[in-house]
T-cell receptor
Framework: EADIYQTPRYLVIGTGKKITLECSQT?????MYWYQQDPGMELHLIHY???????EKGDLSSESTVSRIRTEHFPLTLESARPSHTSQYLC???????????FGPGTRLLVL | TQLLEQSPQFLSIQEGENLTVYCNSS?????LQWYRQEPGEGPVLLVT?????EVKKLKRLTFQFGDARKDSSLHITAAQPGDTGLYLC???????????FGKGTKLSVKP
């Protein structure tokens, strides 16, 4: 069973608010990822990190930002939430040299 | 752009029936993964297939990787309500060599 956690699980927030979605893993994995998933749609990679102080943008453009100050922690921040940001956000991690990704339970974000 | 197309998009069957879902691409993949995602949870890896023509079995689930490594299938024998979920295939691709996912097949098995 994967040890990767996301908080909050659900978030309803008004337009213009700043939000941070938390993601932590206790497996010591170097690689971490953020995906955005809309109902009935595929997962889109929006950010990834190969280690501390490493962050890259994914294939899908996103207004969010991420940081990787500690190996186990990979938070995602939206400075000013908009209704178009409404989606499910999934965090994942993997060990270097492997393709298997372990996913957290996700955060469902609703921006009103 | 590498794409993974999954079919069918939705599948609703009765307990005990067999089913096959497909994952197709025009591109060659070094390997393909199958994940299952239950409502309110993140995807969980079921299997990775790496060799063209490979067949892997996981209890009632049989996974096959096409000879040309462009497609894969998942066959479930005697489906059970616990098999209900979204089945996603994924392969290494994209401009940055990360995992790309198909849209998934949403399976519902009714008792």
């Amino acid at each position: 069973e994967a040890d990767i956690y996301q908080t909050p699980r659900y978030l309803v927030i008004g337009t213009g608010k700043k939000i941070t979605l938390e993601c932590s893993q206790t497996m010591g994995h170097d690689k971490m990822y953020w995906y955005q998933q809309d109902p009935g749609m595929e997962l889109h990679l929006i950010h990834y990190s190969y280690g501390v102080n490493s962050t890259e943008k994914g294939d899908l453009s996103s207004e969010s930002t991420v940081s990787r100050i500690r190996t186990e922690h990979f938070p995602l921040t939206l400075e000013s939430a908009r209704p178009s940001h409404t989606s499910q956000y999934l965090c994942a991690s993997s060990e270097s040299g492997t393709e298997t990704q372990y996913f957290g339970p996700g955060t469902r974000l609703l921006v009103l | 752009t590498q794409l993974l197309e999954q079919s069918p998009q939705f599948l609703s069957i009765q307990e005990g029936e067999n089913l096959t879902v497909y994952c197709n691409s025009s591109s060659v993949f070094s390997s393909l993964q199958w994940y299952r995602q239950e409502p309110g949870e993140g995807p969980v890896l079921l299997v990775t297939v790496v060799t063209g023509g490979e067949v892997k079995k996981l209890k009632r689930l049989t996974f096959q990787f096409g000879d040309a490594r462009k497609d894969s299938s998942l066959h479930i024998t005697a489906a059970q309500p616990g098999d209900t979920g979204l089945y996603l295939c994924a392969g290494i691709g994209g401009s940055q060599g990360n995992l790309i996912f198909g849209k998934g097949t949403k399976l519902s098995v009714k008792p």
